[in-house]
């Protein structure tokens, strides 16, 4: 069942929505060599519990964390560590949601860490932008395969290639809500935009091949021929006057 919020509950979720992009924000900041993604996790955790809010992340189906933190060739779900420490050339994909008068926000922005490299500056220009190409799509009427193909097309246009085993969601009091929004697919096809739906659209973009693993820590995904993988998240409002992005930190 895909719910429709009202625009007072629309209102209700901005809240937490701003919240996990404020947070997202202050990860970015903190991106820099020598510095663990354990630190930045915590970072995280501190500043959501600070502002009277939940981590969504943390404990959700058993994971450890407030934040997803995701070097180089890890898509998505990795697991903040001591042990990882960021250098200058890595890509760093974070993923951070919020809990916050029943409703849960959801983002993710891929940093740079010190000066990368042009091709995976290309990368994380191409997957940013494929996130916009598929937010435009995402109007009242359109229907879920248009975001889909918006992205795919992108992408894939610029030799890239979309993640297939994990999409991206409808979302609102709870983290995961139907309908799903892969990063693939056929205009025209799938459930009907209607306003009021709330929509976690996030492409996950590789360099190589689309195939990916999942590590036996059960969460890290990671690419198989062990390319750069990017990932951008935003929360959007479908509504009569377009698509609404919740997730801005102002
Ligand atoms: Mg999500």
């Known amino acids: 069942m895909i719910v429709i919020k009202t625009a007072r509950e629309l209102r209700q979720m901005q809240d937490a929505c701003k919240l996990s992009a404020r947070a997202l924000r202050l990860a970015g900041e903190a991106v820099e060599p020598g510095v663990s993604t354990y630190e930045i996790d915590t970072l995280v955790r501190k500043y959501i519990e600070e502002q009277g809010a939940t981590p969504s992340f943390l404990g959700y189906g058993g994971f450890p964390a407030s934040a997803c933190i995701s070097v180089n060739n890890v898509v998505i779900h990795g697991i903040p560590s001591k042990k990882t ?52 799509m995402a109007v009242a009427g359109n229907r879920v395969g248009d975001i889909s193909a918006a992205v795919q097309q992108y992408t894939e246009a610029r030799s890239y290639s ?12 709870k983290l995961h809500e139907e309908p799903s929004v892969p990063n693939f697919g056929t205009p025209h096809r799938g459930a009907r935009l209607i306003p009021g739906m709330t929509l976690a659209i996030e492409p996950m973009i590789n360099m190589g091949s689309h195939q990916v693993e999942v590590l036996d820590d059960e969460w890290t995904v990671v690419t198989v021929d062990g390319s750069l993988s990017a990932h951008f998240e935003h929360t959007i409002a479908i509504t009569g006057d377009g698509p609404i992005i919740m997730t801005l930190p102002d």
Request: hydrophobic share 40%; glycine share 14%; aromatic share 10%.
């Open 85 to 136: 420490i960021l250098k200058a050339g890595d890509i760093v994909s974070i993923d951070v949601g919020a809990y916050l008068n029943g409703y849960h926000g959801d983002n993710a922005y891929t940093f740079k860490c010190g000066d990368i490299s042009k091709e995976a500056q290309a990368l994380l220009d191409a997957t940013k932008e494929s996130l916009f190409e598929g937010i435009k």
């Open 162 to 173: 979309v993640v297939r085993d994990f999409v991206g969601h409808g979302v609102g009091a």
